[in-house]
């Protein structure tokens, strides 16, 4: 098939190269006018590399990624320890694949390499989408049906199947789906990535440090084979629902307000916030959706956060995205009709993509309690409930699990 995607993020990227290996032409359509290394970690649990294993990207991945120990979440003024899982050996050898943290820029080019190598032509930048023309529901491209793709400089693109991998602000979705506004959900992220040459040499393990506090949390861990360390600061405030009100989605932001969020949390955090470049520091506005039922018709079909955006409290977008496009290559494989296949892909992934949607929208609200006794104890028992919950995310191999 010939088959049109909308977006060149991790999702449209990882879905491209998927669908390319099994056959199809594919080309990718991206507003911006150059891939510029933008965002900062991803954490990516054994589901999202086995399908990086079966795309040949394994290697190359890997030389970029740190593989941590555990997670531990930590008392934000004390550090003393409340729950930890493990992340190291013991993981990889469970779940059959590592757990890694990458920045999303490494993860980004290995992936944009890889589709340039092999389908040199695919990618279209500085192409914006505009609206598609879906034409009759057969089949059989030869009587007229496909789907008609429109970009914003008045370019159309002819193919059978369109993708929208556009994101979570998606106008593939809004066309298919109808309104398509995420809500604002009051919290803001600060991310930032600092050289680990600029932090004391024991500033932590090579863990993933969760710290919760009152309204917020701090996720702190390495890049890069430890060349760089990452912050998440969550911050959650009624205020910020005024300040950010409108279309607002990244900012440059002030590193005094970012210090003053976190003033009195653990030296850990301290240490990472001094080394941060006080002109780098940016904050993310956190909106998502309500899980969404419908996001297929016959020739298009929604994927990663445009169908099903999360909040990052799981650390399972970018993975969710990944998943997409090996079990869409796997629907269309399977089934004879395009149409069939595209409801067996939707029908495959509502119930863990919903379940993943839930899910983080609730572990905020367990990070943030307020008080620091019912958040230690809540923390505590949390840690038996994860553990019983465990393999939900990495226990899932989207190369062999049952399509239904
Ligand atoms: C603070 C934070 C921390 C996170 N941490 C993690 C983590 O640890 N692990 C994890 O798995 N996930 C994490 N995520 C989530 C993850 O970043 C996203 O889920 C993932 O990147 C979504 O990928 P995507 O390709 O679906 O969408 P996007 O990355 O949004 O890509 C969409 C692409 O479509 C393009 N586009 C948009 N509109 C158009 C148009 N009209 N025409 C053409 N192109 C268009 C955009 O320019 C963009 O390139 C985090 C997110 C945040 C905010």
Not at 69 to 78: H, L, Q
Not at 148 to 171: H, M, N, P, Q, Y
Not at 245 to 266: I, Q, T
């Amino acid at each position: 098939m010939k088959i049109l995607i909308v977006g060149g993020g991790l999702g449209g990227l990882s879905a491209a190269l998927c669908l390319q290996q099994a056959g199809h032409e594919v080309q990718v359509f991206e507003q911006s006018k150059v891939f510029a290394p933008v965002g900062a970690g991803i954490q990516s649990g054994a589901n999202a590399v086995h399908v990086l294993r079966h795309l040949g990207l394994f290697d190359a991945t890997a030389a970029l990624a740190v593989q941590p120990e555990r997670v531990e979440f930590r008392d934000c003024k004390t550090g003393s320890a409340l729950a930890t899982m493990p992340l190291g050996q013991g993981y990889q050898e469970k779940y059959g694949e590592p757990y890694w943290h990458l920045h999303r820029a490494d993860m980004h080019t290995v992936f944009e390499q890889a589709l340039r190598e092999r389908a040199p032509d695919a990618i279209h930048l500085n192409a914006q989408f505009e609206r598609y023309t879906e034409h009759g529901d057969s089949n059989d491209v030869e009587a007229g049906a496909g789907v008609v793709l429109r970009l914003t400089d008045g370019r159309e693109f002819e193919g059978d199947l369109l993708i929208g991998a556009d994101g979570i602000r998606s106008k593939v979705r809004q066309q298919l789906c109808g309104s398509n506004t995420p809500k604002f959900t009051g919290h803001v992220a600060w991310r930032v990535v600092v050289p680990t040459s600029h932090l004391p040499n024991d500033w932590m393990d090579k863990i993933v440090a969760n710290y919760v506090g009152p309204n917020q949390h701090a996720v702190l861990y390495y890049l890069r084979n430890q060349q760089l360390a990452n912050l998440v600061g969550v911050v959650e405030s009624a205020d910020q629902n005024k300040q950010w009100a409108g279309d607002s989605w990244v900012r440059n932001s002030p590193w005094a307000e970012l210090k003053a969020d976190f003033a009195g949390w653990h030296p850990t955090v301290q240490a990472i916030i001094d080394a941060a470049e006080k002109d780098q520091c940016y904050r993310w506005a956190l909106y998502d959706h309500a899980p969404l039922k419908n996001w297929v018709s016959n020739r298009v079909a929604l994927l990663g956060d445009a169908a099903h955006a999360s909040l990052p409290f799981m650390a399972s977008g970018a993975a969710m995205a990944v998943e997409d496009g090996r079990i869409l290559d796997r629907a269309i494989e399977q089934e004879e009709s395009l149409p069939d296949a595209l409801r067996l892909y939707q029908n495959s992934r509502f119930e863990r993509t919903s379940k993943v949607q839930r899910v983080s929208s609730k572990m905020g609200s367990l990070y943030h309690v307020k008080s620091t006794v019912l958040r230690n104890l809540a923390f505590r028992a949390f840690g038996t409930v994860a553990k019983a919950n465990e393999s939900f995310l990495p226990g899932y191999n989207a190369n062999t699990v049952e399509l239904k």
